[in-house]
């Protein structure tokens, strides 16, 4: 229900009156037996709409309205069917890609990046057809590794952050990630590359010259040559090529 005797709508009448006055706002009154009488204000539905939307809207910013959300989204079966949706939503995405369509996957992660950047404040602007060109010039193969790159179903918004759902190595390796090759520039067409989710951890905030010189003192250090594989590394390259 409106309240009419809210301060707002107070408010508000007393600016249409004037503007009605002004001949800036349609009149509300109408002639009956020779004598103009005024209409009620906010009898019409479009006002009482938009005042009733007003009032919503300071209710969903309130924190009372917050804590009723947070506990509906707790009860255990709004959980449960928040979660089988996603698993719905995340297999459909990585069964189009693994049909041919990266589309579904790459709208996803777009908007992913899009609130992570607004939420951290980095700079974004970025289109899904600049992103499905970079993967397509790529040939799907990481940046860096050269190797194949692929959506996984457990990569649903951070789901390796819940226990006892860690991604695997071999996973890591072939799991695609969106790198920026100059951090400071932000997601923008142009400075972004797809590299495996391992690379893109370790890479961090380093640009793209920054990390290779990390490499070459590693390297140099360490005396790695070119080639140097390990025993270990050898077995999990194998799973990642049967992946």
Same mark, same amino acid.
């Given at each position: ?7 707002? !709508? ?8 004037? %503007? ?8 509300? /009154?109408?002639?009956?037996? $020779? ?8 009898? /019409?539905?479009?006002?009482? !709409? ?7 809207? #300071? ?23 928040? /979660? ?37 404040? #980095? ?24 190797? %194949? ?20 190595? *071999? $996973?890591?390796? /072939? ?5 920026? #090759? ?11 590359? #797809?590299?495996? *989710? ?17 490499? $070459? ?22 799973? !990642?090529?049967?992946?």
């Amino acid at each position: 229900m409106i309240n009419f005797k809210d301060p707002k !709508i107070k408010r508000y009448n007393e600016n249409y009156r004037r %503007l009605e006055k002004e001949g800036l706002a349609p009149s509300t /009154t109408y002639k009956k037996t $020779g004598k103009k009488t005024r209409r009620r204000k906010y009898s /019409t539905k479009v006002e009482a !709409i938009a005042m009733q939307k007003i009032q919503n809207k #300071i209710y969903k910013n309130s924190p009372k309205a917050k804590e009723v959300q947070k506990k509906y989204r707790q009860k255990p079966e709004i959980k449960k069917q928040t /979660t089988k949706n996603n698993r719905e939503i995340s297999m459909h995405r990585v069964n189009s890609w693994l049909q041919g369509d990266s589309l579904p996957y790459f709208k996803y992660k777009i908007s992913y990046l899009k609130s992570r950047c607004k939420r951290e404040n #980095i700079k974004f602007d970025l289109s899904i057809e600049h992103l499905v060109d970079v993967a397509a010039k790529q040939h799907c193969r990481c940046y860096y590794t050269e190797m %194949l790159l692929r959506p996984y179903f457990n990569e649903m918004d951070g789901n390796s952050k819940r226990p006892g759902k860690k991604k695997s190595l *071999d $996973g890591r390796f /072939t799991q695609i990630s969106i790198d920026r #090759i100059k951090p400071e520039k932000g997601y923008v067409n142009g400075n972004v590359v #797809i590299v495996a *989710d391992i690379i893109n951890s370790m890479k961090s905030n380093f640009s793209e010259e920054q990390f290779k010189s990390v490499i $070459g003192l590693i390297s140099k250090n360490h005396k790695i040559d070119q080639n140097y594989r390990s025993k270990d590394f050898k077995e999990l390259y194998k799973k !990642i090529i049967k992946n």
